[in-house]
């Protein structure tokens, strides 16, 4: 049975002139893709008017909410209690967003409950990509 878990969140956008600007965003989680989460954004808030989707490792999430973690296009880290950094970076620049640590927790947990840490089915996960990656070939 597939499980789907959404969680608004309320970044805040840390601009080259040290500005915060609130941006909307939705954390997803799905227990047919249960290494990854996913960071939706509106078409509102990005630069060609078309809704943004970051995915990355379920793991990196909780590495970065305990110290630096990440590598390529995603970073996490730690920003005093309260806060959690996320950076992306594509071919377009980089984006630094600060998200509520604790709303980052509620979430991790969340999926957690769905798909337990070390009971994510791997030989699923890697068919999967491999279709994704090589289609009907």
Excluded: K
């Excluded at 990196?60 to 909410?65: K, T, V």
């Excluded at 630096?68 to 920003?79: F, L, T």
């Excluded at 005093?80 to 950094?85: E, K, L, M, N, S």
């Amino acid at each position: 049975m597939d499980i789907t878990l959404e969680q608004p969140a309320r970044g805040r956008l840390i601009t080259a002139e040290e500005q915060e600007l609130p941006v909307p965003a939705t954390f997803r989680y799905s227990s047919t893709d249960p290494l990854a989460v996913h960071v939706e954004f509106p078409p509102d808030v990005s630069l060609d008017g078309t809704g943004v989707t970051w995915t990355f490792g379920r793991s990196l999430l909780e590495e970065g909410l305990r110290g630096p973690a990440g590598g390529g296009d995603v970073h996490i880290w730690p920003c005093g209690r309260a806060r959690t950094v996320l950076e992306f970076h594509s071919p377009f620049g980089l984006a630094l967003l600060q998200f509520d640590t604790d709303a980052l927790r509620r979430f991790l947990l969340r999926t957690y409950a769905v798909v337990a840490a070390g009971e994510e089915d791997l030989d699923a996960a890697v068919d999967r990509g491999i279709s994704a990656l090589f289609g009907n070939v």
